[in-house]
T-cell receptor
């Protein structure tokens, strides 16, 4: 079974509207971390936001927020007030184990290509 | 501060040739990761190091691939002999286990490898 599932290969959104990118995960660990990265057409991977499994509040970073539903094992990325520069591939990733340990391995999903229309 | 540095940025070679990709992690980071990205397989972890020691190389596709980290500021990924199916973008990333950090990985710009 895939550890990270992103069911939306592509998404479209109008500029200035909000969009939600889906991510579900599969782990038996109690301690884990979830990450979102952005990859624009230029190719670099940009870290956006992080959610720890024990964090009680949903993470927020500017226009990015993470809708973390632990029981459903979902960690959806919400982008508010979309901008043309948000057009990119977005990857969800998971680190299993606690952040102070030695296992820093990330497993990435297949990604969602977001297109923001003017 | 400089980010993760990779060289070369682009490499075109012929089948059978040896290819060496280089990476300089962010200073102070003690974990280093090599990934391969293709359209078909997405982003795959090939190998990662903690404190210069290889921890998990289960993603290395075959014996033609090898990776080394002789010191904290340098790593290489070598393919010998290269094959057309090795064509991909190869990313290097580094992270730090400092307290309070998310352990997020910082990626280099990638090396686009084309094997003819």
């Amino acid at each position: 079974a895939q550890k990270i599932t992103q069911t939306q290969p592509g998404m479209f959104v109008q500029e200035k509207e909000a969009v939600t990118l889906d991510c579900t995960y599969d782990t038996s660990d109690q301690s884990y971390g979830l990450f979102w990265y952005k990859q624009p057409s230029s190719g670099e991977m940009i870290f956006l936001i992080y959610q720890g499994s024990y964090d009680e509040q949903n993470a927020t970073e500017g226009r990015y927020s993470l809708n973390f539903q632990k029981a459903r094992k979902s960690a959806n990325l919400v982008i508010s007030a979309s901008q043309l520069g948000d057009s990119a591939m977005y990857f969800c990733a998971m680190r299993e184990g606690y952040s102070g340990g030695s296992n820093y391995k990330l497993t990435f999903g297949k990604g969602t290509l977001l297109t923001v229309n003017p | 501060d400089a980010g993760v540095i990779q060289s070369p940025r682009h490499e075109v070679t012929e089948m059978g040739q040896e290819v060496t990709l280089r990476c300089k992690p962010i200073s102070g980071h003690n974990s280093l990761f090599w990934y391969r990205q293709t359209m078909m397989r997405g982003l795959e972890l090939l190998i990662y190091f903690n404190n210069n020691v290889p921890i998990d190389d289960s993603g290395m596709p075959e014996d033609r691939f090898s990776a080394k980290m002789p010191n904290a500021s340098f790593s290489t990924l070598k393919i010998q002999p290269s094959e057309p199916r090795d064509s991909a973008v190869y990313f290097c990333a580094s992270s730090s286990p400092r307290g309070g950090s998310y352990n997020e990985q910082f990626f280099g710009p990638g090396t686009r490898l084309t094997v003819l």
